[in-house]
């Protein structure tokens, strides 16, 4: 787009959003020109555990996410009597289609004696069959507190993720065998020879990635947690291994330090995703405004799906606002 059809794109869409009484949240994987359009129009920019309780709590009556589609289902779920639109409903989540619900919930009917725990990055139908849902924000708390209580977990779909909760909370735990695209392919090899050029460097890893770069990380977080960790750490540099499009995030968070990408495949290679979910790239302004122009790309759950994956979903914001009031001393 040029900058005259980058600005037409704008005052239109932002007209519409007025219009239809319409909010925009964004993940920060997205566009960088989304991510600024939600906060110039009182939008949210954010990981996905505040996008679902933001769009839950917005008086809007249409939520138009820009994500992946397991965020445009969880605002469905969340917020029944709004209208969800998307850019695109194409956008899935590699997470999300390698856990099948036919499949996932045979492997649960094995395992009876097991408590169901699904990431966030999963359909509607699989969120059903659960009895939590989990963000990386919050993953590792809700296990701590489950095995606390000595229970077995079925942990889905992502193994790195897992693998990570496993070895913070010492869960008994039974891991699916799914992966990102995205995180999977940061290298261990090419990150030490990077933090070899620059020494002082603070790594910053999404526990997504390989426990082989999580071994070399500094920190291990979500996308909101790792750039808390880029704004309150004092090291000038950092080396970032997560999706590409949360730069412009830490870049405006923490304006005078500078960010670097962690490795992802090795020399010559070439890489499926070098970065950048493209899933998440899927969401363009042109698409938006055509969703908000035309009401295309509504998102619909079943109800009966959609009550069922209430249930774990709403545990985990309950859990996770218990936390918060813990952590303001108001409880
Ligand atoms: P967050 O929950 O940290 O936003 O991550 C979502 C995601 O898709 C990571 O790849
Ligand atoms: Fe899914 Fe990975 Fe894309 Fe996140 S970055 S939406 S986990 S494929």
């Given amino acids: 787009m040029s900058d005259v059809e980058a600005a037409d794109c704008k005052a239109r869409i932002k007209q519409l959003l007025a219009e239809k009484n319409a909010v925009l949240v964004a993940h920060y994987y997205t566009d960088s020109f989304l991510q600024a359009l939600a906060e110039e129009t009182g939008g949210l920019v954010s990981d996905s555990l505040e996008m679902a309780r933001f769009g839950r709590d917005s008086d809007a009556t249409t939520l138009v996410v820009a994500g992946v589609r397991f965020m ?95 070895s913070r909370t010492g869960a008994d735990m039974l891991l699916w065998n799914g992966a990102c695209i995205v995180h999977e392919e940061f290298k261990a090899k090419g990150l030490q020879d990077l933090r070899a050029v620059y020494p002082n460097a603070a790594v910053l890893a999404h526990p997504e990635s390989p426990a082989s770069v999580l071994a070399i990380a500094d920190v291990i977080g979500s996308t909101t947690q790792i750039i808390r960790a880029a704004m309150q750490l004092p090291q000038s540099h950092f080396i970032v291994a997560t999706d590409k499009g949360i730069f412009y995030k ?49 998102v619909s759950v079943p109800r009966a799906i959609s009550e069922r994956a209430m249930v774990p979903l709403q545990r985990m914001l309950d859990f996770a606002s218990g936390k918060r009031l813990k952590a303001t001393g108001r409880a």
């Fill in 72 to 166: 445009g289902e969880t605002a469905c779920i969340l917020s029944p009597d709004k209208t969800v639109l998307m850019p695109t409903l194409d956008a899935t989540c590699s997470l999300d289609v390698a856990c099948p619900a036919d499949e996932f919930g045979a492997f649960c009917d094995a395992h009876p004696d097991h408590i169901v725990v699904v990431y966030a990055n999963t359909s509607a139908a699989v969120k059903a069959r659960a009895d939590w849902v989990v963000t990386s924000s919050i993953a590792v708390e809700v296990v701590e507190h489950l095995a606390a209580q000595g229970k077995k977990i079925i942990w889905a779909p992502d193994r790195h993720l897992g693998s990570y909760i496993q």
């Fill in 250 to 298: 830490l870049q405006q968070m923490a304006p005078d330090k500078t960010f670097i990408i962690a490795p992802t495949a090795g020399k010559d290679a070439t890489c499926r995703s070098c970065a950048h979910c493209p899933w998440m790239a899927m969401n363009s302004p042109q698409r938006l405004l055509e969703s908000l122009e035309t009401g295309s790309n509504r």
